[in-house]
T-cell receptor, first 115, second 113 residues
Framework: DAMVIQNPRYQVTQFGKPVTLSCSQT?????MYWYQQKSSQAPKLLFH???????NEADTPDNFQSRRPNTSFCFLDIRSPGLGDAAMYLC??????????????FGPGTRLTVL | AQSVTQLGSHVSVSEGALVLLRCNYS??????LFWYVQYPNQGLQLLLK??????LVKGINGFEAEFKKSETSFHLTKPSAHMSDAAEYFC???????????FGAGTRLTVKP
């Protein structure tokens, strides 16, 4: 089945220690998104890639970076995690184009704990 | 700019009772509307979507929603709640022309036995 995969599902890191979260997709979608979701809140968009074009949300901290080496993979790098960065991180994909509704397909998420 | 408002951050129903989760949207162009469900420690799963075809949309797990332009609403309903419906539900809006999807704040559904 075509899907969005996130690894790992649970990640524990230490305060200030860089961490990378991974997302891959078999849907061949041209857009990939990273969201941060804190407890009992809606997902908050951090940034997205439209093909190779990177689009950062205005309020995304510089501490968060992303890479998309090819169509299938996208990474979220947190350079110096703080306690406030503990959250669920969701990857999503969509196919933007003629006849598209921008329906987004989500992965299972990675829950990040910062000690 | 588009937005959605979900009325009620928590809704509690008894098993077998009607489920009604409210969503109102604001959009300057014809909207595409979505309902997603999220179970604990999981991603968002699409329940149903409105894409300007039929105004009454049927989704998975017995849910449906009706697009009412005059009321700018897209409420989610299910005739009979099941314990497995307990989850967080998000309404979302997109115009389909850019990479922007706006989510509501979410409604947590509790189902009592």
């Amino acid at each position: 089945d075509a899907m969005v995969i996130q690894n790992p599902r649970y990640q524990v890191t230490q305060f200030g220690k860089p961490v990378t979260l991974s997302c891959s997709q078999t849907l061949n979608h041209n857009v990939m998104y990273w969201y941060q979701q804190k407890s009992s809140q809606a997902p908050k968009l951090l940034f997205h890639y439209y093909d190779k074009d990177f689009n950062n949300e205005a309020d995304t901290p510089d501490n968060f970076q992303s890479r998309r080496p090819n169509t299938s993979f996208c990474f979220l790098d947190i350079r110096s995690p703080g306690l406030g960065d503990a959250a669920m991180y969701l990857c999503a994909t969509s196919r933007l184009g003629q006849g598209s509704y921008n329906e987004q397909f989500f992965g299972p998420g990675t829950r990040l704990t910062v000690l | 700019a588009q937005s959605v408002t979900q009325l009620g951050s928590h809704v509690s129903v008894s098993e077998g009772a009607l489920v009604l989760l409210r969503c109102n949207y604001s959009s300057s162009v014809p909207p595409y509307l979505f309902w997603y469900v999220q179970y604990p420690n999981q991603g968002l799963q699409l329940l149903l979507k409105y894409t300007s075809a039929a105004t009454l949309v049927k989704g998975i797990n017995g849910f449906e929603a009706e697009f009412k332009k005059s009321e700018t609403s897209f409420h989610l309903t299910k005739p009979s709640a099941h314990m497995s419906d307990a989850a967080e539900y998000f309404c979302a809006v997109s115009d389909g022309w850019n990479n922007d999807m706006r989510f509501g704040a979410g409604t947590r559904l509790t189902v009592k036995p």
